[in-house]
């Protein structure tokens, strides 16, 4: 059973860092594409990162500037840093795997300004 748990949001003043964590399990998380979305209230949910396999990273519009998506095979995790946080970048923040289309329950990250 394919199975997505992301940790590490919270509350962070404007300008902040936090490191989201997405813990996989149920398949051969080395050989498919994870990615990382988000949610604010009240829009629709979007792409924010993702990384292929090959470690390949892909990012939206200019988040590439203050977010980073990087994969540890041997822990089985993808995680997303972001930095310079806006209160515009709070979200619920989700993990997916990109071939199932299997999404994790999602972790609240909240920026105040």
């Known amino acids: 059973q394919v199975q997505l748990v992301e940790s590490g949001g919270g509350l962070v003043q404007a300008g902040g860092s936090l490191r989201l964590s997405c813990a996989a399990s149920g398949f051969i998380f080395s050989h498919f594409e994870m990615a990382w979305y988000r949610q604010a209230p009240g829009k629709q949910r979007e792409l924010v990162a993702a990384i292929t396999a090959a470690n390949i990273a892909n990012y939206a519009g200019s988040l590439k500037d203050r977010f980073s998506i990087s994969r540890d095979n041997n822990k089985n995790t993808v995680y997303l840093q972001m930095n310079s946080l806006k209160p515009e970048d709070t979200a619920v923040y989700y993990c997916?795997?990109?071939?199932?289309?299997?999404w994790g329950r999602g972790t609240q990250v909240t920026v105040s300004s």
């Open positions: 997916k795997e990109m071939s199932r289309g299997t």
